[in-house]
């Protein structure tokens, strides 16, 4: 990457812009997005390990187009272990279908239809479907009617063996949104919607080497470091995330060196660090790949309690400079809030970009829908610094230490991150980042991530010049 004007202070993502450069690429599906760190991603994103952003149902359909998510350090180790197994049971290609039996209620459905973007549960018996629940079918109904009331029992089924463009072609012909996927014996599969047949298409999922989808996991640094490591790498995670604020610590590299004894092929995430000083540490106790980042995310309120940090593209573009030297590479953690800036993020030389709340606000998030007083669909989400997730984190310790360690927060226990109505899944979101990432590459004359990083050109803009960019919804007269 060059800048077209020399910097004199360290910059945001909103201070900088990228020069179109000659470009002999002729489409957009020509960019390959595969990361070379070993994290095995097809697209440079990664889901934050964020209690409230990242779960089974997040891991799996990030994976299943080609990005991996963090499963959180202070989830219990069983349970991470089952959600590594669950996730990588999974279909490659056909989504997890919702189901209950025709006995149960309209309450149970209502529950549940909202935990995923396709808005549907399968009414099986003997695992065979029998019927299909959308939200239409609840609506006005008492919330005690069972399920075989309501159902449309109108079914058609895709069979197993379809392809992406074989399944399109029935559901359109069919009129069909989305149709239940069955084996040749008539058991359920899964599901599958006319627009995940058109994304099979267009992504390439994370797959580990038995072609399972991928998943990490994060541990902290306190405690037996080195045991909860060997139960996540024995438990089959694919990258493991040593995660602490403040990653340029003694305790840091003293976890990486006794997990890098382990002497596993999983690669090992590590931070966060923001300067190049930081980077070679890190490198040098074991890290793999170096996680950038200290105050840009949206639930962070480390800057303005303690001072601390450094504007996001800056930090990047040093850490990655740093890492590349040594043969490693960099997450870009925070501050990302438009697809422009997981662009200028991997301009910069990072070889993922990390993303919390803005997933936050999603159908696959584990936090339960609400709505508001106007009727906006909203999810709940915090900080892992803030006095919530620290109270989470500390539910094994007494009271009075739990107590005094709530006094203490660098984070916001509570944010509501509203669904947007018309990406309220997170692939809808994936959509949007990617195609324009992908835009980003051709504008640059680069087909791959490497190349973008090498050929984009930086310029620096006033608030002005960030303001000009941004589009009208409305008239200004």
Not at 51 to 69: C, L, P
Request: glycine share 8%; proline share 4%; aromatic share 6%.
């Amino acid at each position: 990457m060059k800048f077209i004007n020399n910097p004199t202070h360290d910059l945001t993502y909103d201070d900088v812009f990228m020069v179109p450069s000659a470009s002999e690429i002729s489409s957009r599906m020509e960019v390959d997005l595969t990361s070379n760190d070993g994290s095995g991603t097809t697209i440079p994103i990664v889901v934050a390990n964020m209690t409230a952003v990242s779960g089974r149902r997040m891991a799996e359909t990030i994976a299943r187009r080609g990005g991996i998510a963090v499963i959180p350090q202070d989830i219990p180790l069983e349970i991470v272990k089952d959600v590594i197994s669950w996730v990588k049971s999974r279909h490659t290609f056909f989504d997890t279908a919702i189901t209950l039996s025709p006995n149960e209620t309209v309450a149970d459905a209502v529950g549940l239809l909202n935990k995923r973007a396709h808005g549907a549960i399968v009414i099986v018996e003997d695992n065979k479907p029998v019927g299909i629940v959308t939200e239409e079918d609840c609506a006005g109904v008492d919330r005690f009617t069972q399920l075989h009331s309501v159902m449309s029992k109108d079914l058609m089924t895709l069979p197993d063996t379809a392809d992406a463009h074989a399944a399109f072609d029935f559901l359109h012909h069919h009129r069909r949104k989305l149709a239940p996927v069955v084996s040749t014996n008539g058991e359920l599969v899964g599901i599958l919607t006319r627009i995940s047949a058109l994304r099979a298409t267009l992504y390439s999922p994370a797959l580990d080497a038995k072609n399972n989808l991928r998943i990490a996991a994060a541990v902290g640094i306190n405690g037996d470091v080195a045991a909860k490591a060997k139960y996540l790498i024995d438990a089959g995670v694919d990258v493991l995330v040593v995660d602490t604020a403040h990653g340029h610590q003694r305790k840091m590299i003293e976890a990486l060196k006794v997990i890098k004894a382990l002497n596993s092929n999983v690669p090992i995430v590590a931070g966060n660090v923001v300067t190049a000083d930081g980077v070679r540490d890190l490198v040098a106790a074991g890290a793999d790949i170096i996680k950038v980042g200290v105050g840009p995310g949206a639930m962070c309120t480390t800057r303005m309690q303690t001072g601390v940090g450094r504007p996001q593209f800056s930090a990047v573009l040093e850490c990655a400079a740093e890492a590349k030297k040594l043969g490693k590479s960099v997450w870009a953690d925070g501050g990302v809030r438009h697809p422009r800036d997981v662009a200028l993020a991997l301009a910069a030389g990072a070889s993922n970009v990390m993303i919390g709340s803005w997933f936050a606000g999603t159908y696959e998030s584990p936090g339960d829908l609400q709505t508001d007083a106007n009727g906006k669909l909203f999810k709940e989400s915090f900080g892992m610094a803030s006095a919530r997730a620290v109270a989470a984190r500390t539910s094994q310790e007494d009271a009075f230490d739990r107590a005094r360690k709530a006094l203490f927060e660098e984070g916001i226990s509570t944010s509501r991150m509203y669904l947007n109505p018309a990406r309220p899944g997170v692939e809808d979101l994936l959509d949007e980042i990617i195609a324009g990432l992908r835009s980003s590459c051709t504008y640059a004359g680069a087909k791959s991530l490497e190349e973008f990083a090498d050929r984009a050109t930086v310029g620096l803009q006033s608030s002005a010049g960030f303001a000009e960019g941004r589009p009208l919804h409305s008239s200004w007269s």
